[in-house]
């Protein structure tokens, strides 16, 4: 096992809040088996969002090094087992899990998804992501416009009722009622403008309101409203357990980051979503290439054909782990043309970290 920090630089900063990421920094996991496969996975912990930090996050992986250089795994549930039993933080299990299946998938001779699925699809859409001042939203829509997205995320978190209602109404008289509306509030609304929004919205194309409330007792006075709001739950998901999510009248949608949750355990919000014709969205918190890769492998194996991911980030870097081009920067991935991260990766990018295993 060899360890990788990385830093990416952004064309602008990332806002979490009130908090200005600078640099996309992270570690880079490469294993390697008897037969020299090589696997890699990403463990990025989000500033300001996730539960640990890249310190932390890279302490629990020289803990479980001598472990996991040990491990021989046939089969990804002995992956998921592996990572459960271990009982790591969400950022370390979505690396590890990557790297395993990744090894996996080149001595057993698949794709990563040819192991998750016996059937996953071959392009997957993607959602537009609209953030910013009113202008810049406005601007970004108009150049979408004769584009093929059918879905669109709007952040209106630190908007005003007035202000979300003219923006959305705006980007979707742009856009036209072909085009879905995500609204993505980030726990930061009350309860009586999240009501007026909604009914302002009525009549416009507005497919789930995500995380407007950070109670999650008043998130579920939604479910009484005669307005039938749809819902989509994520921070709430970290604290929640897959079955919990039924409990929820109205919830359109699941928004699930690996990064936050583990693969395995996101994997299964998905199953538990999938029984109850709940969405689920593989969204992604701004991993490099790398995680993103693996993030649409992931998405191509929920068979959710009208479900747009959440994966437009990789157009904020300037820089790529992985040599050749890779921007997402159309309204699908197409899952075959994917990039193989052994043979792609830019290891002029990386620095190794040597392995304490005291920590």
Not at 149 to 160: A, D, E, T
Not at 305 to 318: P, Q, S
Not at 321 to 340: R, S
Request: proline share 3%; charged share 25%.
């Amino acid at each position: 096992m060899k360890l990788f920090s990385f830093s990416l630089s952004l064309k602008k900063d990332i806002l979490i809040g009130t908090n200005a990421i600078t640099e996309r920094a992270g570690i880079i996991i490469e294993l390697t088996d008897e037969n020299q496969n090589r696997g890699y996975g990403e463990t990025s912990p989000f500033p300001f969002y996730s539960d640990e930090s890249l310190k932390q996050a890279k302490e629990e992986l020289f803990l479980v090094s001598e472990s996991l250089s040990n491990l021989s795994v046939t089969s990804v549930d002995e992956i998921f087992d592996f990572t459960k039993e271990s009982k790591l933080s969400g950022s370390v299990c979505f690396g590890i899990e990557s790297a395993l299946l990744d090894i996996l998938s080149h001595a057993l001779n698949k794709t990563t998804e040819q192991l998750l699925s016996e059937n996953y699809l071959r392009e997957i859409p993607i959602n537009a992501l609209l953030s910013g001042t009113k202008e810049q939203i406005i601007e970004r829509a108009a150049l979408l416009k004769g584009s093929n997205y059918k879905s669109i995320k709007i952040k209106v978190g630190s908007l005003s009722v007035a202000e979300a209602t003219e923006i959305t109404s705006q980007v979707s008289e742009v856009l036209s009622d072909k085009v879905s509306i995500r609204l993505d509030f980030n726990q930061s609304w009350r309860l009586k403008d999240v009501i007026q929004l909604y009914d302002n919205l009525k009549d416009l194309p507005v497919e789930y309101l995500e995380e407007p409330l950070a109670d999650i007792s008043e998130t579920k006075q939604l479910d009484k409203h005669q307005l039938k709001i749809p819902l989509a739950l994520d921070e709430k998901l970290r604290n929640l357990s897959p079955n919990e999510i039924v409990s929820f009248k109205h919830l359109k949608a699941v928004i699930l980051k690996p990064t936050v949750l583990g693969l395995a355990r996101s994997l299964e919000f998905a199953k538990i979503a999938g029984e109850q014709n709940i969405m689920s969205v593989i969204s992604s918190t701004f991993e490099s290439q790398v995680g993103i890769v693996m993030l649409a492998r992931v998405a191509s194996c929920l068979n959710q054909n009208e479900c747009a991911m959440g994966l437009d980030t990789t157009n904020v870097f300037t820089e790529s782990l992985l040599t050749g081009p890779f921007n997402v920067l159309g309204e699908k991935i197409v899952i075959d043309n994917l990039p193989e991260v052994a043979k792609s990766m830019n290891k002029k990018m990386l620095k190794e970290i040597k392995i304490c295993a005291s920590g």
